[in-house]
């Protein structure tokens, strides 16, 4: 029976990734009418971890663990009902994963920290005095730390194992931390209301579309379910 082992990473290639991203969008920005706010909330995260082996594959689907996410937003007009809507968050996901048979049971927790940026555009019409909006685009993650509990037991005998995760894509490592990949890539969809006050709240799903374990055989991906609620301190145009 295997577990989801999910921990820190410094890989160069990937921080400039992130870094080159930040800037584009700060200098598309500059171009365009912008807003800028704050949130902050929860993510219900889970994870998919799939094995392979002699021809057959084995899926353990974790359940949700709740997170924090908290983060910034920035509003990017394109049209009168469209605009460009990037955020940057630190959230936190991973999963739980229980399994019992025959007197012997398991229980894996996996808690990762990761820097997030949603790429979003958003779709606003009126309604009650505010404003809905939906919207969908890429998902940009980067692994930062996190933490793996392993529980066993048989019996009345009972084993625990706690571990960190590295986000540095060793495969084969040959010590006890879990390893994987530092960047998630995927898929976000939003939906939310803003008040006249600029005060807006936002449900959110997001689905990773890699594969982060760096093994083989193996299979990770997140997703998760968030909620969150913010303010929109206004914003400036370049052309005032």
Do not use: C, W
């Not at 060793?170 to 890539?185: C, G, Q, R, S």
């Amino acid at each position: 029976m295997a577990s989801l082992h999910f921990k820190t990473l410094k890989h160069y290639e990937n921080e400039k990734l992130l870094v080159f991203t930040a800037l584009a969008v700060t200098g598309f920005a500059t171009q365009a009418q912008v807003k800028f706010g704050a949130h902050a909330g929860i993510n219900a995260a889970s994870a998919t971890f799939k094995e392979t082996s002699g021809g057959q594959t084995t899926t353990y689907k974790y359940d949700s663990k709740i997170g924090l996410t908290i983060g910034v937003v920035a509003e990017i007009a394109i049209a009168d009902a469209l605009a460009f809507r990037p955020e940057l968050n630190f959230t936190q996901k991973g999963g739980k994963y229980s399994d019992s048979q025959s007197g012997f049971s398991i229980e894996n927790t996996i808690s990762t920290n990761y820097l997030e940026m949603p790429l979003n555009v958003l779709y606003k019409f009126e309604a009650g005095g505010g404003n809905i909006f939906v919207g969908a685009g890429p998902s940009i993650g980067f692994g930062l730390s996190g933490k793996d509990k392993y529980k066993s037991t048989f019996g009345s005998n009972t084993t625990e194992d706690k571990t960190n995760v590295k986000f540095d894509g060793k495969a084969n490592a040959t010590d006890n931390d879990t390893h994987l990949k530092a960047l998630d890539f995927g898929a976000n969809f939003l939906a939310g209301y803003q008040l006249s006050n600029n005060l807006f709240f936002k449900a959110s799903y997001t689905i990773g579309l890699s594969n982060i374990s760096p093994e083989t055989d193996f299979s990770v991906k997140n997703k998760g379910f968030g909620f969150t609620v913010g303010y929109m301190f206004g914003g400036s145009n370049s052309e005032d």
